[in-house]
């Protein structure tokens, strides 16, 4: 009998390792969508990682008649509610995308509120946030934000530093494209080797080395698009969106994210 043929490759040394502790049918999980009141898919079904694009402040306030600011305001309440949905169903982390490098287009009011209300809501949780243990990590090119608001972020991320239960990312300032940059500018700098650059060396010298990448990426607003966010990061995440403009976004807006995560069959090209 003739020898079956070695069809053993030879693979990329940065290829990505077989897939062994797991065989995927391809067939989604049996997830309904529960009663109301009904507990959301098991801890092991949940995202570690949430990223969200908080979209839509201005939309709302202008369909309510109100200032923009005010629109903004209500985002910042949306984001509490949301933070602390996230500790009760036990998702270790999430990420906020609330300001990015190209909203510094918009007006210099605009702007400068945005700042004042970033500076006074983390001053006025950073407290809450500690007896949480919830950890704050800032994201984004800090050292352009103006000294007061910077002093308050470093204040709360000194005070935080011990929280284990959730981390909560805010990226502020923040630009994916920017981002790598930063990263190469790094790398250069560090003076590795052309031919020793890899996804890891690139992965550690991003905003976000020692973080997991984003399981789920939550997009509201009804725009369809990741407008410039973790855009390394999330190659392999889950997209997910929702005409909910940000300050109605709630916990049961959440959790049908959540559900939506859990029916979904996650190959990873495999």
């Known amino acids: 009998m003739a020898q079956a043929p070695d069809r053993t490759l030879a693979r990329p040394t940065d290829a990505a390792s077989?897939?062994?502790?797991?065989?995927?049918?391809?067939?989604?999980?049996?997830?309904?969508v529960p009663a109301e009141?009904?507990?959301?898919?098991?801890a092991e079904d949940l995202p570690r990682h949430v990223a969200v694009i908080m979209d839509g402040n201005r939309r709302w306030a202008r369909s309510k008649g109100i200032t923009e600011f005010e629109g903004h305001a209500a985002g910042v309440e949306a984001v509490r509610r949301i933070l602390q949905h996230a500790v009760r169903r036990g998702v270790p982390m999430l990420t906020l995308y609330a300001f990015s490098r190209e909203n510094w287009a918009r007006s210099d009011d605009e702007v400068a509120?945005?700042?004042?209300?970033?500076?006074?809501?983390?001053?006025?949780?950073?407290?809450?946030?500690?007896?949480?243990?919830v950890r704050v990590r800032m994201l984004?090119?800090?050292?352009?934000?103006?000294?007061?608001?910077?002093?308050?972020?470093?204040?709360?991320?000194?005070r935080t530093a011990a929280g284990t239960r959730l981390q909560l990312n805010v990226a502020w300032n923040y630009g994916g494209r920017t981002e790598?940059?930063?990263?190469?500018?790094?790398?250069?700098?560090?003076?590795?080797?052309?031919?020793?650059?890899?996804?890891?060396t690139i992965g550690e010298a991003l905003y976000t080395a020692g973080l997991p990448d984003p399981d789920l990426v939550i997009r509201t607003g009804g725009e369809q698009r990741i407008s410039n966010f973790l855009i390394w990061q999330?190659?392999?995440?889950?997209?997910?969106?929702?005409?909910?403009?940000?300050?109605?976004f709630g916990?049961?807006?959440?959790?049908?994210?959540?559900?939506?995560?859990?029916?979904r069959s996650r190959r990873f090209g495999r």
């Open 18 to 32: 077989l897939a062994r502790d797991h065989v995927d049918d391809g067939v989604a999980p049996e997830v309904g």
């Open 37 to 42: 009141g009904a507990p959301p898919p098991p």
């Open 113 to 133: 509120g945005l700042f004042d209300l970033l500076a006074r809501a983390i001053a006025g949780e950073t407290d809450e946030l500690a007896a949480q243990s």
């Open 140 to 158: 984004g090119r800090l050292e352009e934000l103006p000294d007061e608001t910077r002093q308050t972020i470093e204040d709360a991320l000194a």
């Open 180 to 200: 790598l940059v930063d990263a190469f500018r790094r790398i250069a700098a560090s003076g590795v080797p052309v031919d020793q650059v890899d996804e890891q």
């Open 234 to 248: 999330s190659a392999y995440a889950e997209l997910w969106f929702t005409d909910c403009l940000w300050p109605d």
């Open 251 to 263: 916990p049961d807006t959440f959790d049908e994210a959540l559900l939506e995560f859990a029916r």
